[in-house]
């Protein structure tokens, strides 16, 4: 089975604060995507890497970079969290053509 | 206009009954997803449909090109059923990236 792993269920850090969020699956997928979802909004796309060290934006790409230095390994980060980025944020990974499989999520507060 | 809409957006049911949840679309797809996602976050892809219908277990998943039109039924349905569903669309090209309907709560209650 596939396993997308994010690094942390729950996360509190304070404004201001620069934060990583982790992700790592194991199937040699090219595609990652980070996501955040807020009730009402559904899921929003926020970066996407169809290979290593290449990147996309997504649809609210502001506030965020992402890094993928490794295959297996991409990483969202928050250069100067706000209290608007307090959200679940969600990884998933995926070959061409095919499902796209999500981590558990990480339940990000920003206080 | 948001690109997907689901209905209903909340659903409760009785332990047995056949569930339906709708999603239609406005633009051309290379595939439809329909996806779980229980309290606490995870979420797990049931189907990926490009035409006609698929089946798994007691769910059945029907997708009309034509009409932009898809349905995810759940027969004879269960308490552990009780999540909230996505359909979400991949549009095509290279990237694989998806468009997300707000989902649909379901509740089954015994």
């Known amino acids: 089975d596939v396993k997308v792993t994010q690094s942390s269920r729950y996360l509190v850090k304070r404004t201001g604060e620069k934060v990583f969020l982790e992700c790592v699956q194991d199937?040699?997928?090219?595609?990652m995507f980070w996501y955040r979802q807020d009730p009402g909004l559904g899921l929003r796309l926020i970066y996407f890497?169809?290979?290593?060290?290449?990147?996309e934006k997504g649809d609210i790409p502001e506030g965020y970079s992402v890094s993928r230095e490794k295959k297996e390994r991409f990483s969202l980060i928050l250069e100067s969290a706000s209290t608007n980025q307090t959200s679940m944020y969600l990884c998933?990974?995926?070959?061409?053509?095919?499902?796209?499989?999500f981590g558990d999520g990480t339940r990000l507060s920003i206080l | 206009k948001n690109e997907v809409e689901q209905s209903p957006q909340n659903l409760t049911a009785q332990e047995g009954e056949f569930i339906t949840i709708n999603c239609s679309y406005s633009?051309?797809?290379?595939?439809l997803h329909w996806l779980q996602q229980h309290p606490g976050g995870g979420i797990v892809s049931l189907f990926m449909?490009?035409?006609g219908k698929k089946k798994h277990g007691r769910l059945i998943a029907t997708i009309n090109i034509q009409e932009k039109h898809s349905s995810l039924h759940i027969t004879a349905s269960h308490p552990r059923d009780s999540a909230v569903y996505i359909c979400?669309?991949?549009?095509?090209?290279?990237?694989?990236?998806?468009?997300f309907g707000t989902g649909t709560l379901l509740a089954v209650q015994p």
């Open positions: 199937m040699d997928h090219e595609n």
């Open positions: 998933a990974s995926s070959d061409q053509n095919q499902p796209q499989h």
């Open positions: 890497s169809y290979d290593v060290k290449m990147k």
């Open positions: 449909l490009s035409s």
């Open positions: 633009v051309g797809i290379s595939a």
């Open positions: 979400a669309l991949r549009r095509g090209g290279a990237t694989n990236k998806l468009i």
